[in-house]
């Protein structure tokens, strides 16, 4: 009964995770057949080259998605983890798949700009929705696991060096401004990715060190019905054993944390951090994640 359970629950799961890189496989096709590649936007990765191999030579950005990434699969079969290489052969299968079937839609707009920062805003939700689904458009992040571990570079720092190569080519053989365009296109994206990955509600964690923890962790409770965390400490020059209180709030709580402590320790030392993301009691559940 127990197996059957997890087996269940695996198989709920994984469909999950299915549906969401298919919705936004979907969105990130619409928004290079609407809007960036009609407008002549390049992209970064290897989606980026297979736009530039449509510009130069015609061929279909669905197939050249998919033959680009095809030996950085095979390559990629015994160095990187299972589950990210079936993951990544999943979304750029359905990326492929999408983007064949979403050509014949119509351009919603001629003007770069527009199409620049209202592409980058569609392409950052359907790739925030792939990795929220735990999925990839593999290309590049292969690429770069691959690289990471035979150079001192990290992930991110290859994945940086790459965009900025096809940036400068589509410089060198389209025009600057072109490649300007691809720039802002790539900042909104990223940037909406973040967004979706760790929404718009972003938290503080408050960690006071005080004389007088437990007053101020009984009104934070009292007043605004946070949870709260006390912990010892010590001085590294004085040796003098202090306690810590740590909690998490939201935004518009932050006055009135401010207005405790001062009330109950005006020598209190204190520091506020934003937090992009908390999940558990009083914020986000672990649904969907």
């Given amino acids: 009964m127990l197996w059957k359970r997890v087996r269940e629950n695996f198989t709920l799961r ?24 009609p407008n002549h936007i390049a992209d970064g990765g290897l989606t980026g080259i297979a736009i530039i191999l449509h510009y130069l030579f015609d061929w279909p950005v669905s197939w050249a998605v998919f033959l680009l990434n095809l030996p950085l699969f095979i390559l990629g079969l015994r160095m990187v983890g299972r589950n990210f290489l079936i993951f990544s052969i999943v979304g750029v299968a359905v990326l492929s798949s999408t983007l064949f079937m979403t050509t014949q839609l119509p351009v919603l707009t001629d003007d770069v700009l527009l199409a620049a920062m209202f592409g980058g805003v569609l392409t950052g939700i359907g790739m925030g929705i792939i990795f929220r689904s735990r999925g990839s458009l593999g290309g590049t992040d292969i690429l770069a696991v691959l690289f990471a571990r035979t150079t001192p570079f990290s992930v991110g720092q290859i994945i940086l060096a790459i965009d900025a190569v096809i940036f400068i080519g589509v410089a060198i053989l389209f025009s600057p401004e072109m490649a300007m365009y ?3 296109y790539m900042f909104i994206a990223t940037r909406v990715v973040d967004l979706v990955q760790e929404g718009l509600s972003h938290s503080k964690s408050v960690l006071v060190v005080t004389s007088n923890p437990q007053k101020i962790a009984d009104e934070i409770m009292a007043k605004l019905g946070r949870g709260v965390t006390l912990f010892l400490a010590s001085g590294a020059f004085s040796g003098q054993a202090k306690q810590v209180v740590y ?22 030392f204190m520091t506020i951090t934003e937090v992009p993301e908390v ?4 914020f986000s559940s672990w649904r969907g994640h």
């Fill in 14 to 37: 994984l469909l999950k995770h299915l549906i969401g890189i298919i919705i936004g496989a979907t969105i990130v096709s619409v928004s290079l057949n609407t809007l960036i590649i």
């Fill in 182 to 184: 691809a720039m802002i």
């Fill in 247 to 268: 909690c998490v709030i939201n935004r518009t709580e932050l006055s009135q944390i401010k207005e405790i402590v001062r009330e109950q320790d005006p020598q209190a």
């Fill in 279 to 282: 999940v558990g009691e009083g």
